[in-house]
Structure formats: C-alpha cells, structure tokens
C-alpha cells in the first residue's frame, strides 16, 4: 500500500447533517443513501502517473472530496480507496519517448500528484493500490475468469474478457450505450477491437502477455506478463473495501468500457455488483476541446501553484462548476475565485451578519442535494456581502469552520 499525502484537519461542526441525494449514471437519475449506515464504500478511479496533475483530474478529486465530507458530516463512516494504474501503455510509452525510465517516471508524477492534492486540501484516500503491488492478485483473478470460461486466451497469450459472459447487472446496463457507441468509443479509450482471434470486438484484455521491451511478471499458468486496465480496479475494490461499493467514481470518460467492463468483471469473479451506484464527473476544455493528454491542451495545478497561485483559489474555480457539467476553463475562472476568496476572508475577521445556524443549514441543504456546490457558493457569498463592520464573533468562527469542513476551503 502506498503512502499519500497528509490529511487535512477537519473542524468538527456540530449537529448531524443528512446523507445526499446523488445522480447515478446507471440508474439514470437522482438516488438517496441512508441517513445512516456502517460504512460508504467509495471507490474513486486514479491516475495513470505519467502526467499529473491538470484541472480536469483535479475537479474529479475535488467533487469526491466533498462527497466524503458531507458523508462524514452525515455521521457516515467512510472507506475510500483510490488505485494508480502505475504500469500501462500511456505509460510507458511516455517514458519511451523522453528516455526515462518507467518506473523513475510514475514515481515523479505521483509524488506530484501528492503535493497537488495535499494543497488543495483533499482528503486522502484510507487506501492508495498500485497495479504493480496487484498483480499476483489480479493474475489470480484472470485464472479463475478462465476457469470459469468467462474469459479465453489467445495463441498470443494474451486473455480477454468475455462479453457475453451472464452477469449481473447485464453487460451495457452501467452506461446503457448501444453497440455502435461502445465501438466507437473502445476503440477511442484503449480498447483494441480489430485484434485477430477475438471472439467479440469489445471483448476486453485482463492479461497482457510479455513483450520484449516492456516489463512483465509471474502470472503462473497465465505466463509471464501485465495486468489489463479494468481487471485492476475490480480486484482492488474486492480486496480493499469489498463489494458491492456505495459509489464507484470518476469522470465520464470511464463510463464506457471501464467502468462497464470493471462492473462485468467483478459480478463474473465474485457473483455480486460492483457498485448500487456510478457517480461520474464531467470534463473540463480549454480553447473548445476537452482537457488531455493527447491534445497536450493541459492546465495543471502545480504549474498554477508555482506562478504563486493560491490553491484555494484554484479549489475555488472547481467548486464554482457543478460536478457533473462539462466546462471550459478561461483565465477569466481563476481571477473571479481569487476576487471570491479575498471577500470570504475578508468576511471571516468581521463580525457576521447571518446566524451562524442558518448558514450552515443552507450550505448542508446544498451538498445534499446533488453536491450543488456552485449553490453553496452562493450561500458563502451572500454571508460574506452581509458581514458587519465589527470584529469577528462566535458565528463567523462557526461559519469559517463549516467553510472549512465542507467546501474544504481555509479561511
């Protein structure tokens, strides 16, 4: 298990809030946790370390933070774990083509992912898997996928998942994208539909067989080889926080296949869903496109952080988009959040001019519903326009700390 980065301190702010209502990709609307249960299980899809950490990664991070805080506000027990796919192609092609080794490569950029969550105060997962401290439990997977006859090999040595193995729920219930979209898209997001052998085009790789030049470990009778990418979450999540998960997350983009493909491939493994619900966050754009690698279209935070950035402005710029909307990032964003944080701290030494108890219900009422937060924003905002002209009193300390618990934004 890796170590992250250092927890926050969370001020305690009194008198239970209630669980929230979220939106659930699969369910295709809004769905309620129990105002109390023993454990959320949250699992949150990480990073490929070989080019961390850009706006859009950092919105994802930020929106299941604030998910984690109001179920703890909730009075809700959370285990959250978050896994970094530490070997795979993008990977090491990356490290091919700028002549560092592989492995030199995903510890820098983890580490700087660290630094850029640790900044802007996101609470760390209970437990962070690599792929690579996994495999000899995902190659145990794959081998019972195969004796199972949910999964086949080819003369390659490569094994793929079978589609049209029976599970629960179906396969395309996650996403609901007919066949045509989920071609077109495997094809776009790491699927290799033209393989030869295949016996279904979107037939997904659970173990890649050695390659010279590349590296590979012990996968018993499977042969030497690596991990496929959505066989890795899946048995992470078995291990780690067990399943079925209360909310499997991360950005739309791994709606379909690997969030598809995980679910088929832990319901075919242990007989149970992978999650009661999919909780996805939109993409982020700069100049009309959508933020990534591939377009090296990339604003990221530690870039931010060194021009002097304050990063709770830049957590102010996330919190302002609602989680699940699609955006363009402009300068435009991050001088209006620094304008907002100079008010609320300017705000947070004078005296308030709302009761406390009454900005902290309407900041809870707002995360619970859908995590709005830009509304929670508002409810900040309309404080900080309020503030008397005399020193700070018991409710601005109270209002500070709630600031603090929920939106995760120090005053």
């Not at 304008?339 to 308030?352: D, F, I, Q, T, V």
């Amino acid at each position: 298990m890796v170590k992250t980065w250092s927890a926050p301190a969370i001020p305690e702010i009194g008198t239970v809030g209630d669980a929230p209502v979220v939106f659930c990709t699969s369910a295709r609307g809004p769905v309620s946790s129990p105002r109390k249960q023993a454990e959320a299980r949250l699992y949150v899809c990480g990073i490929t370390p070989y080019d961390a950490t850009h706006l859009g990664h950092a919105a994802t991070y930020v929106a299941f933070d604030v998910l984690v805080r109001v179920w703890r506000d909730a009075g809700i027990a959370v285990n959250y774990v978050q896994n970094t796919t530490d070997v795979d192609d993008p990977l090491l092609e990356r490290a091919t083509a700028t002549g560092v080794d592989w492995q030199e490569l995903a510890r820098e950029q983890t580490e700087l992912y660290f630094a850029d969550m640790e900044a802007l105060r996101v609470i760390p997962p209970d437990s962070y898997i690599g792929a690579v401290e996994s495999v000899d439990r995902i190659a145990a997977a794959v081998q019972r996928l195969l004796d199972s006859g949910a999964a086949y090999q080819l003369d390659s040595g490569d094994v793929y998942y079978r589609i049209a193995t029976a599970v629960q729920p179906p396969f395309g219930t996650i996403s609901g994208y007919d066949r045509p979209t989920m071609l077109e898209l495997f094809a776009e997001r790491g699927g290799d539909p033209d393989t030869p052998g295949k016996e279904d085009p979107l037939d997904a790789l659970l173990w890649r067989a050695r390659r010279d030049g590349e590296p590979s470990w012990d996968g018993g009778d499977l042969g030497p080889g690596r991990p496929g990418w959505h066989i890795e979450c899946a048995v992470i999540a078995e291990e780690y926080v067990g399943l079925p998960l209360s909310v499997q997350g991360g950005g739309s983009d791994l709606i379909f296949p690997h969030h598809e493909m995980g679910a088929a491939h832990a319901s075919a493994l242990t007989g149970t869903e992978l999650a009661r619900t999919y909780m996805h966050t939109g993409m982020v754009g700069l100049d009309g496109e959508k933020m990534s690698k591939s377009k090296g279209n990339l604003v990221f935070v530690s870039a931010l952080r060194a021009e002097g950035v304050d990063p709770m402005a830049i957590r102010l710029v996330l919190l302002a988009h609602h989680y699940r909307s699609d955006w363009m990032y402009e300068d435009a964003h991050l001088a209006g959040a620094a304008r907002r944080l100079e008010a609320w701290r300017e705000a947070a030494g004078r005296a308030s001019g709302i009761p406390a108890a009454e900005v902290i219900a309407n900041l809870r009422q707002e995360l619970t519903d859908d995590l709005d937060c830009p509304a929670a924003l508002s409810v900040v905002d309309d404080w900080a326009a309020a503030a008397g002209s005399g020193p700070a009193d018991e409710d601005t300390a109270r209002i500070r700390d709630a600031i603090d618990a929920l939106l995760g934004v120090v005053l």
